[in-house]
Each structure stands twice: as C-alpha cells, then as structure tokens.
C-alpha cells in the first residue's frame, strides 16, 4: 500500500457542500463505496447500519425544506456578528448532490447478545461512524464529494424515508462527483472555526498530564517530516 497515497486521501477529505457538479454516480464507483463502509469495523461484528440512496426529487425537496427551517432556527440562536458570518455558510448540498445517503443504526441486529456491547450501549451507534468514515474516505479517493448533513430532526427524516420503528437515521450524506475539492475546510475558510493543533490534547497517563508526550508521539509540525 502507498503510504503517502493514504495520508493524501485522509488530510484531504473535506465536507463537500456548494462543489458538487450534478453529474449521476457511476454505480460501480458508488458499489466500490458502499462495499468499503459495509467492510467497517463494527463491535461483535454486527453491522447495524442500512444505508438507505435517495434519489427521489420529492423526498430531496421535502428534506431540503426541513433543513431551511432548521437552519432558521440556528439561525436565530446566534448573536449580530455570529449571525453575520453564518449566513455566508452554505450548510449542504441535498439539491446539487448526485444523490442522499441514509445511514442507519438497528441497535437490535445482532441482538440480544452483541459481543463487546454489554457495558457500552453506544458501541454500536459508534460502529456506524465508523462506516460513514469509511464510505467518506473511499469517496475522496475515488474523487467523489461527501458532505454530512446534521441540521434536520431524527423523527422527520425517519418518517420520510420509512425507517422501521427503532432504527434512527445518523447521516444525510451528499455524494456525488465534484468540480473540485477546497484546499482549506469550509468553516475554516469562512472563519467561522480554526482547526486547532494537536499536541495540547495528547494527555500522558492522566487527562491533564503532558509531561512526555513529545517523546512518545513526534507529532509532525508545519508540514515537517
């Protein structure tokens, strides 16, 4: 395997929202994808996640419009000078994208004994993170933008695309081919976030303890080896 190859896809991947070039999804490409988040790790190989193609207009414009409202509603919360600066954000790409993903989690499958899920209920709703990471990185290899959509409302978006009682929707994801990708993040671009660097949050021992840390983990630095 290209090590450096990796490390490009990884540090490269961006949340794709106003880049997407309308173009229909090779379905090879999108099988390729799909079968690299099902090949996730998941805790006692259970697999809890579906993932649901969104193709239907009806069903985009309907989501599109439940994200506009929460958008507002955002919106609303922010003060004059965050306020000014989101409403340059753009927040998805539901209507441009190719196509919507629904990523799933049935805590039920693999029930009732899930081994390893016995003393961290969560460990599944972890695993489907999991494939949405590994579904977004093979995307960016494969030059194919993802852009995770979170400001909808999980009963909403359950009830829109008739998820079983139970099973809750993790991720509206926009993929579809892209004009390009940004070389700086979106939010960092748009100062609305900077990235932070890492070493302040590598701990030694004890949350707290750095004492070491530099010892135990070289930690590149403005693009050193």
């Not at 799909?34 to 239907?56: I, K, R």
Request: aromatic content about 10%.
């Amino acid at each position: 395997m290209d090590k450096d190859s990796f490390y490009e896809v990884v540090f490269g991947r961006r949340d794709v929202r106003g880049q997407f070039n309308g173009e229909a999804m090779d379905p090879k490409v999108l099988g390729r994808i799909l079968t690299a988040a099902h090949s996730a790790p998941s805790v006692g190989m259970s697999q809890p996640w579906d993932f649901v193609l969104v193709e239907a207009d009806e069903t985009r414009q309907a989501f599109h419009a439940h994200v506009e409202n929460e958008r507002a509603i955002f919106a609303a919360s922010l003060d004059g000078d965050s306020q000014a600066r989101f409403r340059g954000i753009k927040i998805e790409g539901i209507l441009d994208a190719s196509l919507g993903i629904v990523v799933t989690y049935d805590p039920e499958r693999g029930s009732p004994h899930v081994l390893g899920r016995h003393a961290i209920a969560d460990a599944g709703l972890y695993s489907v993170c999991l494939a949405i990471e590994n579904l977004w990185l093979a995307a960016t290899a494969e030059r194919i933008g993802v852009g995770w959509v979170s400001f909808y409302r999980e009963e909403f978006l359950a009830d829109l695309v008739g998820l079983p009682a139970g099973v809750r929707p993790i991720a509206w994801l926009c993929i579809g081919p892209v004009t390009h990708f940004e070389q700086v993040p979106d939010l960092e671009r748009l100062d609305w976030q900077a990235r932070r660097p890492l070493l302040p949050y590598v701990h030694v021992d004890r949350f707290g303890s750095q004492s070491g840390s530099e010892r135990l983990a070289a930690v590149p630095r403005d693009g050193a080896d």
